[in-house]
């Protein structure tokens, strides 16, 4: 049986929303942090961005149709998708 699955590293993520905006099958609900990640353990994503009010979480993991669009958008490089082979895909912010 097919099983894809997606994950949010919480502690990453920007609250950007770019996952959020260009999943065509809705994987990503966006939630309001109720904490902020004060210390963030990956600098570069600390120094480059700002960290909103909003974190993503990857809800619907299962409907993932690995079309890579998020791959390439999420800020804080902190999204992994697990295809049905147990292969994974990391994002890369470009
Ligand atoms: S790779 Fe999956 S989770 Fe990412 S945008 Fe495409 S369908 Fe959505
Ligand atoms: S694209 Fe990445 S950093 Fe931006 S909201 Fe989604 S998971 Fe968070």
Redesign the pocket.
Do not use: H, R
């Given at each position: 049986m097919r099983s894809?699955d997606?994950k949010v590293q919480t502690e990453k993520c920007t609250g950007c929303r770019h996952?959020f905006d260009?999943?065509?099958?809705?994987?990503?609900v966006m939630h309001i942090r109720t904490e902020f990640p004060d210390v963030i353990d990956d600098a570069e994503v600390a120094a480059k961005f700002q960290f909103r009010a909003e974190k993503s979480v990857?809800e619907h993991?299962p409907?993932?149709?690995?079309?890579?669009?998020?791959?390439t958008?999420c800020e804080g490089s902190c999204?992994t998708?697990w295809d049905d082979e147990g292969k994974t895909?990391q994002?890369v912010y470009k």
């Open positions: 894809v997606v996952c260009v999943c065509p099958v809705n994987v990503f990857a993991g409907d993932c149709i690995l079309c890579n669009a998020c791959l958008e999204i998708i895909y994002s």
